[in-house]
């Protein structure tokens, strides 16, 4: 699904990923591990493009989205992003977060379309050979309510749509992160990354989070996760990335990883964290 | 103290018997007018310029927007603005060829002028909103112009209200120049009641008070609006 080849990034001189090649398949789940400063987060972040890429590729099903020619926003829709942060939108109310990006993507396509037709009927009406118009079987006001019925179904899921009409600022730290994965889950993503997810939350609402990531697990997401979480990756990954110092020292089922780890940093990593 | 009764009754005489209030009126009209379309125009015009200042520069088209905008704001931020309006009206306009009304001109100065300024106003705006929100949109597939308008640039006004309340604060006071391209403004009006009345005492201090209480009345609004904000942020 995603071929990472030789991947680079730098920031001015400092080289944090120094030729990165791994593949991620259909279905699986990474967990990525690693000391503080190692570039897990860069590594997850040049996978759908927020840093660009110094150098290799990303092909993701079948093009290659670090070329800066590839319109990345297209690509970025079938990837979901979690933030460490959650990032909702504060000047929206939560239904609105939800809804905004596949509002906003359907009726630009609606526009778009009727555009194209205008100048496709106006040049029909001047020459012989009659150019086909786009079929237009959807209105503003449909997108609109299938997008709210949309998000309304998934703040369902996560037990929150008495919260639908509220602003941000008034929800816990584990509500927030619940609702900024159903954000990302109304785009149907193909893969999902997250960038520890549970980092910035109080200890007692970690675990409704890692709950829901778990039912997205059971439903065959494919994801990528970085954490701090090493129960959580030992319990959900189906392959678990070491990083350090920008490179992948070792990848392998959890299992091996943490009761048999093969390279030296790899235990020394482990055994001050477990 | 006789003296100034006498004052006093001149002005009166001037000021109502012959109606130099409906001057005085429009003048404040004219004011108000140049002042708050001015800063509308300077609000779009500031809020384009601030976009193409943050706006990452890899290429080489928002590199030459950007040169050219920070042209604009070091010229207007440069020189007064009794000069910019003398230079509109008296060489730019005439050069070009367009025959426009004193009004026109000042409000179309106006907004040029703190176009400049807001440009200022709402880059700091758009950089107090936190990173992660431009990010959050773009990863959800929307481009980086739609997440500024829809996300960040609404975040970005919330704060800087009452500093763009200060602005208009300035522009009314600035435009007490307005009469050197021969608009009629509060300086004007009160100019033709000291003429016509022999006497400048009174009017000048009626001028001072009219401009004292509608920077006062400003200042009252963009406290409420502060406040009701505020409120709103509390209860939502
Ligand atoms: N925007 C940036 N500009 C310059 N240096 C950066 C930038 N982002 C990250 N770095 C540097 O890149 C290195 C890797 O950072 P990264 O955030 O990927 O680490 P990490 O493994 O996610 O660490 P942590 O566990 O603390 O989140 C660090 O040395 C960091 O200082
Ligand atoms: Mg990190």
Known sequence: MIDVINLKKNYGKL????DITTTINQGEKIAIIGPSGSGKSTFLRCLNCMEDPTGGAIIFEGVDIANINVDINIHRRHMGMVFQQFNLFNNKTVIDNIMLSPMHIESHDLRVKKLKNFFIKIRNTFTKNKKPIYEINTTRAKIKAEAKENAMRLLK????????????????GGQKQ???????LAMNPKVMLFDEPTSSLDPEMVGEVLDLIKQLVNEGMTMVIVTHEMGFAKEVATRVL??????ILEEDVPEEIFTNPKNARTKEFLSKVL | MGNFDKKLQKFWEMFYVNDGYTKVLTGLQNTLYIAIVGLAIGIIIGTVIAIVEVFPKYKRLPKILNSLCRFYVGMFRGTPVVVQLLVTYYVVLPLIGINMPALNVCVLVFGLNSG??????????????????????????LSYQVTMLKVVIPQ?????????GNELIALVKETSVVSFVG???????FNYIGTNSYEFMVPYLVMAFIYIMVVMII?????TMERRLRKSDRRN
């Not at chain 1, 080289?15 to 120094?18: A, F, P, W």
């Not at chain 2, 300024?117 to 107090?128: C, D, L």
């Not at chain 2, 608009?183 to 009006?189: K, M, N, P, R, S």
């Open chain 2, 156 to 164: 970005a006004v919330k704060n800087i209200l009452p500093t763009l």
């Open chain 1, 157 to 172: 899921r996560i037990g929150l749509e008495d919260k639908a009409n509220v602003y941000p600022s008034t929800l816990s």
């Open chain 1, 178 to 184: 619940r609702i900024a994965i159903v954000r990302a």
């Open chain 2, 219 to 223: 200042a009252l609004l963009i406290k």
């Open chain 2, 183 to 189: 608009a009629a403004d509060l300086y004007v009006a």
């Open chain 1, 15 to 18: 080289e944090v990923l120094k």
């Open chain 1, 242 to 247: 070491f990083m350090d110092e920008g490179k």
């Open chain 2, 116 to 141: 400049a300024y807001v440009s200022e106003i709402m880059r700091g705006g758009i950089m107090s909103v936190d990173a992660g929100q431009m990010e959050a949109g773009r990863a959800l597939g």
